[in-house]
């Protein structure tokens, strides 16, 4: 009897090992479960991928616009320095205008000694050399002629005559301008042309001016 119940039991132990049991069997996966857990695995993947091209994207456009930007401020720094170096006299230039100024007009002067002619002609070697140097700078010199058209743009009218022909004519030049390259100076100083006022405006005008001189003195 004993026999027998070690065979019946060994018997047994041997089949439960043979056999899994039915809860090992419920743990095992599924290939639905496998394509669903690989489906969410590449949709994750996509999902990185795409978030890399568009990381990529940016920084590939931020870097243009960066280097842009650097081009861009080389090139203003270049445009200034060039700037100052252009006009870096602009100031010594318009300290010189008076001395200039002083050339014209011992040139205009007349006299009849033959030594002061000969001092002029010295001046006038000095002042050729001195605008050649002025010239070489960038400094144009602004004559204009009588009968020219009066410009806005180099000429400053400090005085008005009256003349029934063309108005805004030159008619007499006080001073000579100047500018450096595109930079004006100084307009040059001129007298331009006028109509003349009708006789009711001009009685009008003056009669308006001793009103306002009679209210100036009431004050």
Known sequence: MDMENKNETSGVQGNEQKNPSTNDQSQKVEPMDMKK??????????????????DVEHWKNEYYKAYADMANLRKSMENDQKDVYK???????????????????????ETKSEEVKNYLIGFQYVYKQLVTVLTDEGIVELDPKVGDKFDVNTMHAIETVDDPGEENIVKEVRLKGYKLHEHLIRPAMVTVSKHPQPKEEVNKENATKVEDKKEDIKK
């Open 37 to 54: 857990a690989y489906k969410e695995k590449l949709a994750q993947q996509d999902g990185q991928i795409e978030k890399l091209k568009f």
């Open 87 to 109: 006009y870096r006299i602009e100031g010594f230039a318009q300290n010189l205008l008076n001395v200039l100024d002083s050339f014209d007009m011992a040139f205009k002067a």
